[in-house]
C-alpha cells in the first residue's frame, strides 16, 4: 500500500484517505477516483488529494472489515460493514452483552488503524441493539497485517457474544444479630435497590431463610439453599464484614467450592463476597450497599451471576474501554446484517481447550528455560503458545508464575486467556489444576501442553484433537513416538480431577495403566517434535537451529 498526496492529474485508482462534498456528489473516504471524478475535482480547483495506490497483496477496506467482524462476532451477533469504513455489530436477540474490558483494550492495540468501541459488558439488551461498532481508518491495508490480527484473536472464544438471559432461582440469607426493627429496616433497604437494580434480569426471589449472625447459622442456611437448588443466594448480613476471616465469608468458605473477596475497592462498601458451589451463585451483599453508588457492584454481580465460570482474574479491570451509548437498528435493516457463527453442543466435533504450562522455573536448565531467546526473537515458551493458538483447540489458556512479568510481555499482543499462578514453586499439578478450573463447561476436554516443547505444532495438536471422540465420557489422548508415549495429552472433561502430564519416564512405568481402557494413542513419525527441553545444551542446540 502507498499512502501519499497525489497530483489531482495523476490520481486515477487511488482510493480516497479523506471524504469531499462536490457539487451534491458525495464521495466517501475509500471511494476509488475515475476519469470522471477527475474532472469533477478540478472543476472546483482541487489539485491535489491525499491517498493511496493498492500494491499487491492489499486489500480494501471493506474486505478487511468483514475479516475481523466475522472474528470477533460470536453467539447472537451479526454485523453489517458499511461503505464508510465502519461496522456496525448488533445483538440477534434480547439477551445479555458478553465481553470483557481486558480482551477489548488489548483488541484496541493489535493494530493502529483498527478501532473498536462497545457498550459496557454485562448490560441488558435488546435484539436489533448496537453492542459495538468497528472502524478501518485507512482505505487499504496490506493482507499480511490483517492475518496477523486474525491469528493473535485466534487464541480464545469470540471476544463479542449475547447470551439468552434465563430465570435464575434466588433465595435470601439474612444474617440477625438482634432481630429488631432497625435490622429489618436494613435489609429491606437493601433487598429493595437489588430488586429495582436487577428489575431486568429475570431473578426469580422465591425463599427467605434466617439465621443467627455465627458462621455455623449461616453456613447452615447457605447449605439448604444451595441443596434446594437455588441459583442466585444472596446474603445480608446485620453487620458490615471486617476482613476475609471475619463471620460472613468464613461460612461462606465453608460451602462453597471456590470464593473471591476484595475486588470492589469501594470506600465503605468494599465487603462483597462472591463464590459458587455446584451451580449456584452466592453473593454476599455489602453492608452498606443500600446506601452506596453500586454501578460496580452490581456489574460484579450480573458477571457472577451469567459467567458460566469465574476468578477473581475476571475482576481486574484496570483500564476500561471506551464505551458507546446503547443504539438501535431499523427492523427492516435487520435481515441485511450478516449473523454470526455459533458452535452448538450438537456438534459432531469435539470442543478441546489448550491449557500452555509456563509457570515452572525450569532449575534443571540452569535458568529459566522458557523465556530464552530462540533464534527467531522469540522465547521459547511462545512457541507453544503459538502452535496452541494456530491448533483448533479453543479457548487456550496460558499458565504463568516464573518470571511472570517477562512473559505478560510476549503475551500481550496475544488474545489467550493468561492465568497467574502464585502456588507455582508447588509443582505443576497446581498450574494444571488452576487452568482446569477455568475451563468452560462447553468444553468436551482440555489439552495440556508443557511450554518447554518449542518443536511442537498445530499439525500435531490437531492430530492429538482429531483422535478425541466426543461420543465417549471418559478418554485420554496422547501423542507417542515408536510406543513411547510423551505429552501433550488430552483429558475428557470427566477426568479433570485425575488430570496430569506425562512424566519424563513413562516408557519405564505403566503411569497410563488405571485408564488403559479408554487411551487413545497418536503416533508420531518425527520425534523432534515431541522433544522437551530439560538442560542447557538443549537451549543452545535449539538456539542454533530454530
Known sequence: MKNAEFDINAAEGVYLNTSYQLDG????????????????????????????????????QITALGMVAAKICGHNTAFKVEDNGSCHIIATIDGLFISSEPRISKFNRLHPCIVLNTIAPYQSIKKGDVIATLELTTPLIPQSEIDEVLFNLSGNVSLLQVQELKSLRTAFIYAKIQDNNAENEHFQAVVTKLVSSMSSYQLNFMQEYSAFYTQNYIADSLQNAVDAGFEAIFIVGAARTANPQDVIPTAISSVADDIIEGICPIYGASDLFMASKRQARIIALPYNYAQTNTDIIDRCIKQVLYSDKFSAADFSWIMPPFYQQASSVDTKELSSFVTAKNTSSKSKKASIAAIVLAAGVGSRAGRNKLISEMSDGEPLFMHAVKAAIASDASPVFVITGHNADIMNEFLDKVDVNIIHNSSYRAGVKTSIDIGL???????????????????????ELNKLISSFRKDKDKQICVLSHKGI?????????????????????????????????YTNVTEIKDPLKLLDVNYPSDIENLQKSK
Not at 475451563?439 to 499439525?459: K, S
Open 25 to 60: 456528489k458525495f464521495y466517501p473516504a475509500g471511494h476509488v477516483l475515475n476519469k470522471e471524478d477527475i474532472i469533477i475535482f478540478k472543476m472546483f480547483d482541487i489539485t491535489r488529494v491525499s491517498g493511496s495506490i493498492m500494491e499487491e497483496n492489499d486489500i480494501p
Open 437 to 459: 478450573k477455568s475451563v468452560p463447561n462447553f468444553c468436551d476436554g482440555a489439552m495440556l501442553i508443557p511450554a518447554d516443547m518449542p518443536n511442537i505444532t498445530a499439525t
Open 485 to 517: 508415549k510423551s505429552n501433550p495429552i488430552i483429558w475428557s472433561q470427566s477426568l479433570y480431577s485425575k488430570a496430569d502430564v506425562v512424566p519424563e519416564n513413562a516408557h519405564l512405568r505403566p503411569v497410563f495403566m488405571e485408564h488403559a481402557d
